[in-house]
Nanobody, 118 residues
Framework: QVQLVESGGGLVHAGDSLRLSCVASGRDLSSNIMAWFRQAPGKEREIVAG????????WYAAFAKGRFTVSRDNAKNTMHLQMSSLKTEDSAVYLC???????????WGQGTQVTVSS
């Protein structure tokens, strides 16, 4: 059974940085696309960034470009999201996802809360 566990969230001030991690267990995900999503209260879940199997290709939502960097370490079955210049509107639960097949991600973590205060 695949398990994704996020960590690294917390309460920070606007302009600060945070590094989120997603550790996978139960299966080697090095052959799978992975991604970060976020969901704020009352809003729909939205993609933040994604990364291909090797880590050589990444993509970002418009709001994340230039501020967030997604990376992965396949040897550790781990994905990271480095977030800088955080804004209050970045406050949300951040979730990692893996194995994009059939038009959807098949594995999801429980999420880690990021709260950015002004």
């Amino acid at each position: 059974q695949v398990q994704l566990v996020e960590s690294g969230g917390g309460l920070v001030h606007a302009g600060d940085s945070l590094r989120l991690s997603c550790v996978a267990s139960g299966r080697d995900l090095s052959s799978n696309i992975m991604a970060w999503f976020r969901q704020a209260p009352g809003k729909e879940r939205e993609i933040v960034a994604g990364i291909n199997q090797s880590g050589g290709s990444t993509w970002y939502a418009a709001f994340a470009k230039g501020r967030f960097t997604v990376s992965r370490d396949n040897a550790k079955n781990t994905m990271h999201l480095q977030m800088s210049s955080l804004k209050t509107e970045d406050s949300a639960v951040y979730l990692c996802a893996a194995d994009y097949t059939g038009g959807k991600y098949n594995y999801w973590g429980q999420g880690t809360q990021v709260t950015v205060s002004s």
